[in-house]
């Protein structure tokens, strides 16, 4: 495929870490619902921006995949299909969280769309391994599957979108966390 091969590396990337993000929205949504701590609320709100944003380049880029291999932009194929429903679960997620419901009626909406939410995130991974699809199952050994070669370039390409992945997390976090903060501070005066 030449130079569009290179896409894969971006693109498959930021699908798992997209997947991780999907899985931290999960984990903190259950237990901000378990304990009701804040943390677990903006770990959730930071992991599923970043979500959403890698899950958007991911089908921007499947796209450009896709014309260069399939000769079209999209095809309601199992994978892609479920990932955009992914992706608008999770931009739904996005638009419950910046609406002007109750605090805590709200952080817990939001809690329950992120537990639910992630039941797509597997069907998106399976989806290619046990649907008719014409969206490569890579790590098949049947198939044709990965060439050797190619591990290297991908465990790279991965780790390097890992570490931006966390830094993304962490200072989101540390904003959503310095937001909620200043938010008490000024309910705390109007209330005086």
């Given amino acids: 495929m030449g130079v569009v091969q290179k896409i894969f590396y971006i693109h498959l ?4 870490w997209g997947f991780v993000s999907f899985f931290l929205v999960f984990a903190a949504s259950c237990a ?5 701590r804040e943390k677990f609320d903006i770990v ?3 992991a599923a921006e970043i979500g ?11 796209m450009l995949w896709a014309r260069a291999s399939w000769n079209t932009w999209w095809t309601w194929d199992p994978r892609l299909s479920t990932a955009l429903v992914l992706w608008f679960i999770y931009a739904g997620y996005l638009v419950l969280r910046g609406t002007d419901a109750g605090g805590e009626k709200r952080k817990t909406l939001s809690a ?3 537990v639910v939410g992630f ?5 998106v991974f399976l989806s290619a391994r046990f649907m008719r699809s014409i969206h490569p199952a ?6 044709g599957g990965l060439p050797p070669e190619m591990w290297v ?3 790279v390409s991965l780790a390097a979108w890992g570490l931006l992945f966390g830094a993304l997390l962490l200072a989101r976090f540390e904003q959503l966390r310095s937001r909620s903060r200043i938010d008490a501070l000024i309910a705390r005066r109007a209330y005086r």
């Fill in 153 to 155: 370039a991908v465990l």
């Fill in 44 to 46: 959730a709100q930071a």
């Fill in 119 to 123: 039941l797509d995130v597997p069907l």
């Fill in 52 to 62: 959403v944003l890698f899950t958007t380049l991911v089908l921007a880029t499947g």
């Fill in 112 to 114: 329950v769309l992120g």
């Fill in 32 to 36: 901000y619902l378990w304990q009701k």
């Fill in 13 to 16: 990337p930021l699908a798992w």
């Fill in 138 to 143: 890579v790590f098949a050994s049947r198939e």
